[in-house]
């Protein structure tokens, strides 16, 4: 069980007294009525399932549809308008949009937004996927946005089950609880800031679809996240942005380029992490053949044709070594006389960017911020080569797995990735 830093407790309680104070006005506003989940003021995090401008929602009516099911008593209310209310008569039942009207089992009802709050173990299956809690499909100027509101626990253990390995220590999946809490809380708070009806979206990060069974091995995620419920990580009094990702390859955040590190100094980690030195992502290479690389280079008009060969020219690096884009020289096909050859066809020279390399090596797009270490030619090949899988910024989840397995402890292992914040409990 963790405990709380005694340091500045009064200073930090009325901080937090004030900044709870500020997520229920959040709450308020944007959700009419809602407040926390329950008595123990757990938050309630708005999710973005998906966002439409509103000509694109018309064009998707077909998909406005949700199946209710085991749903009796459970309400649909007016997002913007709580007095005006529905309750559902029966336990199965659906809900359509269509026209700017919104119809339940075919009858239309007089509603502007829906909101449905969903009792006990019903649920509601809109996509193939299954939600509970609230669901609020809302129109704001030129979009619509399609909103779960769930706890936050719920939210963490959905998370946990796919981004770590239930097999993997107790420990880590402790500190794992932690940072994806403390995440979104922060996210929480900047939505409120925005004015932004949601937190977070539903994205590689934050799927909120709930499937029909985990594995009974989840259950020591339910236990991690229950040992830590509401503890997070705060820097002067707030949540802090928790980064996170799956390898760090050793690269230190501190020294990357990009990044704000004045508004968030504990990333600005200046220590190699060693931990995950043997995680099979903290070194990769991939490698292409010439020929390859020019028809792909064709293929997205980066040149007009292809050449006969490519030479690899100038490569700019940031401070801490990634690449950052690189010189490829083209060598044209060879043809007309020498001096027309020379004026005509001389080698061309193209400047990619480290994210274009990444296209061209097809790496997997979704992990943006492949460090990329090296990149040369060897005969007819062209080899790419880099470190960790992630952007690199805050818990290294190998390396945090690591530590866990050479016996440190939990302040220490968060202390190491986020330095200068603090473990509180914040509900
Ligand atoms: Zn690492």
Known sequence: MISLTPLRMKELIKKIYFLNLYLGIFTVIIF???????????????????????????????????????????????????????????????????????????????????????????????????????????IREDYVFFIHLLPMEEYVFEVLTRETFVVWPFESHQLFSIAVRTYALNKIIEANAKKRPYALRNDIHNQTCIPEKHPAAFDQFKK??????????????????????????GIIPGKCRGFDFEKHPYLKRMSSCTYCKDCKRSEWGRDEEVENIMKKLVENKTINEAGTDISIGRIKRSKSGAVQSVEFIITPLHYGSAKKRKKRYGKKTITLTHKECKKLFALNPHQQSFFI????????????EGKGQGHHMGLCQQGARKMVEAGKGIREILGFYYPRSILIKWY
């Open 224 to 249: 991690a996240i229950k040992s830590t419920r509401g503890t997070v990580l705060v820097c002067n009094g707030k949540p802090i942005l928790s980064m996170y990702h799956a390898c760090c390859g």
């Open 373 to 384: 270490e090296s990149i040369k030619k060897e005969n007819n090949r062209i080899f790419i």
């Open 32 to 138: 009419f009525d809602l407040q926390s989940s329950s008595s123990s003021n757990e938050p309630l995090i708005p999710v973005l399932i998906k966002k439409w401008t509103k000509t694109e929602a018309f064009e998707h009516q077909s998909e406005l549809v949700w199946n209710l099911e085991n749903a009796k008593d459970s309400i649909i209310y007016d997002a913007n308008d709580p007095q005006a209310n529905y309750i559902i008569p029966e336990d199965n039942c659906t809900i359509s949009y269509k026209n700017n009207r919104w119809y339940v089992n075919g009858k239309e009802v007089k509603i502007t937004a829906l909101k449905i709050k969903i009792k006990g173990n019903g649920q509601i299956i809109h996509a193939k996927n299954q939600y509970k809690h609230f669901l609020f499909f809302l």
